[in-house]
């Protein structure tokens, strides 16, 4: 094969992120090519056939070389070396007593001391205030719980070069749901958590027909008290506008669908929400690259087969080759054996296609390749069945009751964020559309909080194609990240090279719901609004996401952290911010909102719009 051409970013992410081996001296002594070798060689290392591993070990490499198929991080890091941890997500239980609390903070170290990230449910803590019988005393409550997790993960991040992620969900029937709603309040507090409200379809009816719904004590599932469902949501999407979190899970449609419901409950996710797991369960994950899965003809169908195949059979074989950080994850991860195949460059694909990613026809496409994908997947873990046996809690899963004869995995597929890979992969992330056509990247879990410049390759190319590329316009779409706007640039082209904000976000909902039909775990999706949206565009961007069928939603409004991953342009300068509420819209400029009463200026203070005329007063978060 041709020798493998990565981009200047991809080198910076592998040399700067620990991917290659080093020396004890903290010297680099893997390439890039050594690496995959290093890769395919310990997975294809689950084979029995010794005839069959030197060829899988040809073909796992291959698919990694040419950018076609990737693992998840740990795999490509640990793969081959004496770490060998290579699972990226992992869910963890919490009892209600001290000693479940402090034995799951030392399993999460452990956990995150190996790169996987942990979920945490804090479902089962009693309430804030609640009498402590064997002491007389009061409970300090999960968010105390929740605030000590986030130290421990202060404590290891300053010894790592990966920075710990994790995931705390809070089931919304929990009397303490409004601090938990509110622990994110101040940015750099619990900062490495994201967090999500658990809801159930009980709270999701109460919310649409405007009706109260039950808080009930965890220890006892006794109610408690009775309050506005409407209101519980009105702050949970103020908050999701002003901080980015939380976000929401469904937790009854997860546990409906969830192929092995029958071994228990799930309670939380891994954190970017994409693997709903029980209890000391793990997934790994990989993607393939659908950019490169194109021909003259479109779609390459046969391509997408074969990597689907190829990527099936390489998940299986992690499951034995890694060293699970825990006895407990080893045993349920063997017993449930889920996996996680997913893809990454749905953006350029679409882009390849002249396809606008907010329209019908891309909905459309890609729902036929979700399931495509899907069945070749489930064909592809009923075949290694058939050889290596089905996944030990076969018998009484939904696999079973809907008839299938054998099954090698309890999950076959999901949408991961693909963040880093998709840097090595030089490729969009996940089904994300192009954030924009030129942008500063930087990763929050890179604690040297490198710098990737990115420019859309594409783009230019078509400019210069169609000539009407211009430095002068080059330069103006640095400044933008976008060519809304842009005399120069054809209607067509603008359509086809939308960037995320200029996309609207219900089509970003409806994106991810498409995807969802046709997968079993759950997708990771952020839907990116503008510094301009409004809570209520994230409160029906929640309502139409459970609507449609997700599993969960994440939002993230441009400018609602100091620190983003991703940013708008190469010389935009900062976001426009939002102050006390109010919109600031320009330079200087703020958005002036006037009483309905009087006509007078309305001031804005902890929520609320206050007339200081005539006492008219609206809170704006419930």
Not at 582 to 595: S, Y
């Amino acid at each position: 094969m041709k020798p493998i051409k990565l981009t200047d970013n991809a080198l910076t992410v592998l040399t700067k992120r620990d991917y290659l081996k080093r020396d004890k001296d903290g010297r680099i002594t893997e390439s890039p090519e050594q690496m995959f070798h290093r890769v395919a060689q310990a997975i294809a290392g689950a084979e029995q056939d010794k005839k069959n591993r030197s060829i899988w070990e040809e073909r796992f490499f291959q698919a990694m070389a040419k950018l076609e198929f990737l693992p998840n991080s740990p795999t490509l890091m640990h793969a081959g070396t004496k770490f060998n941890q290579l699972s990226a997500c992992f869910v963890l239980p919490l009892e209600d007593n001290l000693e479940s609390i402090f034995n799951t903070m030392e399993q999460a170290a452990t956990i995150a001391r190996t790169g996987g990230g942990v979920g945490i449910p804090l479902s089962n803590l009693r309430a804030r205030g609640t009498r402590v019988r064997s002491t007389g005393g009061m409970t300090s409550g999960p968010i105390s719980f929740l605030q000590l997790f986030n130290q421990m993960a202060n404590v290891i991040n300053e010894g790592s070069s990966r920075r710990v992620a994790m995931m705390a969900v809070m089931n919304v029937h929990h009397p303490d749901i409004m601090d938990f709603i509110f622990s994110k309040g101040v940015e750099e507090e619990i900062k490495n958590f994201n967090i999500s409200v658990g809801a159930t379809d009980a709270f999701m009816k109460a919310v649409q027909t405007n009706k109260e719904y039950e808080l009930r004590a965890p220890e006892s599932n006794q109610v408690v008290k009775k309050i506005s469902a409407r209101r519980v949501m009105d702050m949970i999407t103020f908050q999701a506008w002003k901080t980015a979190d939380p976000g929401m899970v469904f937790l009854d449609r997860m546990n409906q669908q969830s192929p092995v419901n029958h071994l228990g409950l799930i309670e939380t996710t891994n954190p970017c929400g994409e693997q709903p797991l029980l209890p000391y369960e793990s997934c790994n994950l990989g993607s393939i690259n659908l950019g490169k899965c194109t021909s003259v003809k479109g779609i390459n169908w046969e391509k997408i087969e074969a990597l689907v195949r190829l990527g099936v059979r390489f998940l299986d074989n992690v499951i034995d080759v890694c060293s699970y950080p825990l006895e407990e994850i080893d045993l349920m991860s063997k017993k449930t054996r889920k996996i996680g195949l997913g893809v990454m460059g749905l953006a350029d694909l679409l882009v390849l296609l002249k396809i606008p990613y907010a329209s019908t026809e891309a909905l459309k496409l890609s729902e036929r390749i979700a399931k495509f994908i899907q069945n070749i997947a489930r064909d592809e873990s009923k075949s290694l069945a058939l050889v290596r046996g089905s996944f030990p809690a076969f018998r009484g899963s939904l696999w079973q009751k809907q008839g299938f004869k054998a099954m090698r995995n309890s999950t076959v597929n999901t949408v991961a964020p693909t963040g880093t890979i998709s840097i090595i992969a030089n490729c969009s992330s996940g089904i994300e559309p192009l954030f924009a056509l030129s942008y500063m990247r930087k990763n929050i879990l890179d604690v040297n909080n490198t710098e990737l410049i990115e420019v859309n390759q594409k783009f230019e190319k078509v400019a210069r194609e169609r000539k009407f590329y211009s430095k002068e316009l080059m330069k103006q779409i640095g400044i933008s990240g976008g060519i809304d706007g842009l005399a120069e640039v054809p209607k067509d082209i603008k359509e086809v090279f939308k960037v995320s904000q200029e996309i609207g976000w219900d089509w970003h909902v409806k994106m991810q719901a498409a995807w969802q039909k046709y997968i079993d775990a759950a997708v990771s999706k952020t839907i990116n609004l503008s510094n301009q949206a409004t809570p209520d565009d994230i409160r029906e961007a929640y309502l139409l996401a459970y609507e449609t069928g997700c599993k969960g939603i994440t939002v993230y409004r441009d400018g609602s952290k100091s620190k983003q991953v991703l940013n708008v342009g190469l010389g935009a300068g900062q976001p426009a911010m939002i102050d006390d509420q109010r919109k600031w819209v320009g330079n200087g400029h703020r958005e002036a909102e006037l009483c309905p009463e009087c006509g007078g200026e309305l001031t804005f203070k902890e929520g609320c719009a206050n007339c200081l005329a005539c006492g008219y007063s609206r809170c704006l978060i419930g």
